[in-house]
């Protein structure tokens, strides 16, 4: 592994070069074991502050900013859109599109985008989950079993077409 993406370990955390965006870090063979976590710093080139990201292989392919969930028993084989399981099993959120059957890093938990379904309404601060389609919702008048995962940082109105926004996540699958 080159040392330029693979940067340094500290305080037992796998820190990515501060000069590397994880969601560029795309690809048809797999150069991380699948699960890797890397860290990035705050100050880096993105400038969301710290964020921790997860390697993971996406079988059918995704565009950027979907939730991602597991497929089936596979830990870290993602799908953005599923069967209605899958809703309760996100692990990250793609900030780049990954091709199928191609591998590369989601944003497990700091500043990073999300799309919303399509019609809805998200307020600063307000709570979101997965939507079926791998965009988001928010908790209003869902079942208290779906998971949540973060927050929005900017508010956002969804009309006919989905829309991205600004969120702070933390999954935990």
């Known amino acids: 592994m080159s040392s330029l993406i693979m940067g340094r370990q500290r305080r037992g955390k ?39 990201w997860v390697y993971v292989k996406v079988p059918n392919g995704t565009p950027a900013f979907m939730v991602m969930s597991r497929t089936n028993a596979t830990l870290f084989e993602v799908s953005s859109a599923g069967p209605a399981e899958q809703i309760n099993t996100p692990v990250g959120a793609s900030q780049s599109a990954i091709p199928a059957n191609h591998f590369g890093f989601i944003l497990r938990n700091g500043v990073g985008k999300l799309t919303a379904a399509t019609g809805i309404s998200i307020v ?50």
């Open 14 to 52: 796998n820190e990515l070069s501060t000069l590397v965006d994880p969601a560029t870090i795309v690809g048809p063979e797999q150069i991380y074991p699948l699960g890797y976590e890397a860290y990035v710093p705050a100050g880096s080139t993105n400038g969301n502050g710290p964020q921790t």
């Open 124 to 173: 600063y601060n307000e709570s979101v989950i997965m939507a079926a389609s791998g965009e988001v919702t928010t908790h209003a008048g869902v079942v208290a079993t779906d998971s949540g995962f973060g927050f929005a940082v900017t508010a956002v109105t969804s009309g006919a077409d989905p829309v991205e926004f600004t969120a702070y996540v933390n999954f935990l699958g």
